[in-house]
């Protein structure tokens, strides 16, 4: 263990092993943040720029400034990058001012938008490629016992139903579809969904 700085009520901290290495890996982290101050910057506006003329255009662009973003150590799926930012300065006060940090918080918002809409699409392509290759598995193998084919179609179909139910149809979901759309991104999950729901016949 080691001592820190003491806290606000002025008693020394001990700091643990696993404390010390967040702490030091914190700081590595924001020196690279500041070194990529301008790049950080450019690409949060190129953020709040960027049109998407298809669903597709928008996962392509997600995939590039997940990797972007990872690699100036403001991860898309961290902590809010307005409050990320916050790095402090020797003397007092922030290397990113108060218009900048305005910034990361608009710009993360619409991130984290489209980082959501990437996942939830995909679960749904993922679930539909699943009982595509469940189908042709049991198609491909005639001799499985019928209840072992009722068995894992009704856990795949179950599966996929809930997926849709959470994803499409859930209150949570269509407060997620106004959010995807304010933040511009192309379509919607409807056509993810439905194409989910239209292999659940194929694998039966």
């Not at 930012?85 to 020797?90: C, E, N, R, S, T």
């Not at 980082?115 to 290759?133: E, N, W």
């Not at 149809?169 to 991104?185: C, N, T």
């Amino acid at each position: 263990t080691s001592r820190a700085p003491p806290d606000a009520s002025g008693r020394p901290q001990v700091l643990t092993p696993a404390e010390m290495m967040r702490r030091h890996l914190r700081k590595k982290a924001n020196v690279k943040i500041v070194e990529a101050r301008d790049s950080v910057l450019t690409t949060m506006r190129e953020v709040l720029a960027a049109e998407w003329p298809t669903v597709s255009a928008a996962l392509d662009y997600f995939d590039s400034l997940s990797a972007r973003m990872e690699a100036f150590g403001v991860p898309v799926e961290g902590e809010d990058w307005g409050e990320r930012l916050k790095v402090p300065k020797k003397g007092g006060g922030f290397h990113f001012d108060d218009e900048e940090l305005a910034l990361a918080v608009k710009a993360h918002a619409r991130a984290s938008a489209l980082c959501d809409f990437a996942v939830r699409v995909r679960q749904l392509r993922d679930r539909c490629a699943h009982l595509s290759v469940l189908h042709a598995a049991l198609e491909a193998n005639p001799e499985l016992a019928r209840d072992k084919r009722i068995a894992r179609l009704h856990d795949a179909v179950h599966a996929a139903v809930r997926l849709y139910a959470d994803l499409v149809q859930s209150a949570a979901a269509k407060a997620d579809a106004k959010r995807f759309e304010e933040a511009g991104i192309p379509g919607s999950l409807d056509p993810e969904g439905d194409a989910l729901i239209d292999a659940v016949p194929c694998a039966s």
